[in-house]
């Protein structure tokens, strides 16, 4: 889906011929910062390919109106704009049927004249309603199409908007869903049985999957659900069961909140103990983000092992946590985001650590309930306090109490309600608004590489 902004938008960007389109295929609702426009081709596929990382993979496509945009986008038929029944009979009515028609196979609609862009404009707007109000009421869109297309040159769009409705909305609801998969550590293996899934038409299924992380084994049950207000499916939650690093099998249910969740490495490692640094969403709708841990003594009634939650206002700073150790791969900016990334995601990283002028190996995991980093010698055994003040900069300093310097004591740890809206978004191609284009491709973000980890 797509907001009402990026809408308004994209009519601005086709006036001025950006028709080649880099859009998040990571993201299921799409705002003005998910999606960008070009002139060229060439420019569309390199902002693509310099914008990877793991909250972003753009796809291009070329459209040169909202009607071409939306059929290309997973549920693009959901769009509308929530005319009343009355409302969009009355645009109905405006028409002269017996000469009107739109194909929505053609890539490039002739508008000329400002009554003809006017023209185009309304049918646009008119289709979208009709599509949008056959799947909410197939009856009564079909019902206006009997009154106002039979044997009019529209009448073969009805037919081929039926012909190929199921078929093009199967395969994006394939081909999201794969890549929804494959996002969250899936890997391609399961697309046979996927595709197979969906074309069996049922309310609901499974697909099974198994894997081994760090030559442990770890079996997963994914499961899919028919919407109920359409025939698209949706990844809705994952089963994980693993034998952790004492031998002990344990599982857990992992939710999936608007195509997005915990990725299955991220499971594991939260599974072994471990914290990892997510972007949640409060019940306000408001993103924040938090590390999230489970707690191995407590269940919730589903069966599941409740989650501990340390808030971005709880005062972890983990950067900070890593300068108490002469780590050599905080002393390169590259090396250290690698590190800090790694971490984020729940890793136990490898790290050196120079102690009297020598190199010693050492994992290390976040640790944000105490504000600390753990660390284990190069055969994964705990470091008690004592062996870590002997690797630290200034021993003589308590880890994470120094955190908590100039924090408010009132703010809580898992408070969602205090979460901070992002503030700030670049502006659309290079800087410009629709009509400015000075040659140069936009780059929004670096890639984000991921450090090795177990």
């Known amino acids: 889906m797509i907001s009402d902004s990026l809408f308004n938008e994209a009519q601005a960007e086709f006036a001025v011929g950006r028709n080649w389109i880099a859009y998040n295929t990571k993201t299921y609702f799409l705002d003005n910062a998910d999606m960008w426009f070009f002139r060229d081709k060439e420019e569309a596929v390199e902002f693509a390919n310099d914008n990877i990382s793991d909250r972003d993979a753009y796809a291009v496509i070329h459209a040169t109106s909202i009607i071409s945009l939306m059929r290309q986008l997973p549920y693009g038929e959901d769009i509308h704009f929530n005319l009343s029944h009355k409302e969009l009979e009355n645009l109905f009515q405006s028409f002269d049927w017996s000469v009107a028609f739109y194909d929505p196979l053609h890539d490039t609609i002739e508008a000329g004249t400002e009554q003809e862009k006017d023209d185009l404009a309304r049918m646009e707007t008119l289709l979208v309603e009709w599509e949008s109000l056959y799947n909410r009421d197939p009856e009564a869109a079909l019902q206006l199409a009997a009154t106002y297309w039979e044997g009019h040159p529209m009448e073969a769009y009805k037919e081929d908007f039926l012909t190929i409705k199921y078929d093009l909305m199967n395969e994006r609801n394939f081909d999201y869903l794969k890549s929804n998969i494959r996002n969250h550590g899936f890997g391609e293996t399961l697309g046979p049985e996927l595709e197979t899934a969906l074309k069996a038409g049922q309310t609901e299924f499974t697909l099974a999957f198994k894997t081994e992380v760090n030559k442990r084994e770890m079996e997963a049950t994914l499961y899919f659900k028919k919407s109920n207000e ?77 989650r501990k939650q340390y808030h971005q206002n709880y005062g972890y700073d983990l950067k900070e946590a890593l300068s108490y150790y002469p780590i050599k791969e905080m002393q390169n ?122």
Request: aromatic share 8%.
């Open 230 to 306: 359409s025939d698209l499916y949706f990844f809705n939650k994952y089963d994980t069961r693993l034998k952790n690093e004492k031998d002990e099998t344990i599982a857990q249910t992992f939710y999936i909140n608007n195509g997005w969740g915990v990725t299955l490495k991220e499971a594991y490692n939260l599974l072994n103990g471990r914290a990892v640094h997510k972007e949640l969403t409060n019940k306000d709708q408001e993103k924040y983000h938090a590390w999230i841990q489970l707690d191995f003594s407590a269940k919730d009634k589903n069966g599941n092992f409740e």
């Open 333 to 454: 900016k590259e090396d250290m985001d690698k590190l800090i990334r790694s971490l984020e995601k729940g890793n136990a990283q490898m790290v050196t650590i120079q102690v009297s002028g020598k190199d010693e190996k050492v994992f290390i995991e976040a640790n944000p309930q105490y504000k600390t980093v753990t660390l284990y010698n190069s055969k994964f055994q705990r470091l008690d306090q004592e062996q870590r003040q002997e690797l630290m900069n200034k021993p003589e300093l308590k880890e994470g109490k120094e955190q908590t310097k100039g924090k408010e004591k009132s703010q809580e740890l898992g408070r969602e309600d205090q979460s901070e809206k992002k503030q700030g978004k670049g502006r659309k191609v290079n800087g410009g608004s629709a009509g400015e284009d000075n040659g140069l491709v936009t780059k929004i973000r670096s890639s984000n590489k991921k450090g090795l980890g177990i």
